[in-house]
């Protein structure tokens, strides 16, 4: 059963296509050319089966580890942004989490959503997200962050050891279906399926893919 609920909008995001977005070098330490703050959130994010994807506000503009040309050349993006959004990738625990944190603040709400990650025309990549977000033009963005980094600090617990290997090797980065969060439940789900299938289809008869004529019909018809 899920924490958080789902909002009933998709998020849309259009990056730069010099991006290495499937297999990404420094997802963590680049987030460091805006804040510490930014940087430890991405490191303990994958700590927590998560990713951090992208920060929006009127502070900081659009920012994160998806659009990193903004953290490179902060002058690019000048853009009026109201309110604050903040996107990662899903996982049980950080769902977990942030439920939590959603509660605990009045001023930010937390939910699941499905976010399409594109260049130009061509959609790069669909995945299950956690949106953060607050309507509140006079939001108090740092101490906000600086919270959520003490945190997840709190329920990381693992050394920093997906954070290394992602910073010195690359984050290869793959997505699970929106529709469910465990692969062997979806290949079960899919076996019932079949199995259904086939009891069904001996009583309504062949395939449609058959041709009619395989089913006794002329071939002419």
Avoid at 95 to 113: F, M, P, Q, Y
């Amino acid at each position: 059963m899920s924490l958080l609920p789902y909002w009933d909008q998709n998020v849309d995001l259009d990056v730069v296509n010099w991006l290495p977005y499937c297999l990404d070098y420094n997802p963590v330490s680049v987030n460091g050319m805006h804040s510490e703050t930014l940087r430890s959130i991405a490191a303990l994010s994958l700590e927590m089966d998560s990713e951090f994807l992208y920060l929006r506000s009127m502070r900081s503009g659009c920012v994160g580890t998806l659009f990193r040309e903004n953290l490179i050349d902060p002058g690019r993006d000048r853009r009026l942004n109201l309110g604050f959004s903040m996107v990662f990738g899903y996982s049980r625990l950080m769902e977990a989490l942030l439920h939590l944190v959603s509660r605990a603040s009045l001023e930010v709400k937390a939910g699941v959503t499905l976010c399409g990650v594109w260049d130009r025309d061509i959609l790069l990549d669909e995945s299950k997200v956690i949106a953060l977000v607050s309507d509140n033009p006079l939001f108090d963005e740092e101490k906000f962050l600086e919270a959520l980094a003490e945190v997840m600090a709190k329920a990381g617990g693992r050394k920093g050891q997906a954070s290394f290997y992602a910073e010195r090797f690359g984050y290869r980065r793959f997505s699970i279906p929106y529709e469910t969060d465990d692969v062997q439940q979806l290949a079960i789900s899919q076996l019932l399926h079949d199995f259904e299938f086939e009891e069904t289809r001996t009583i309504v008869g062949p395939r449609p893919e058959i041709p009619l004529s395989g089913a006794g019909f002329p071939a002419g018809l």
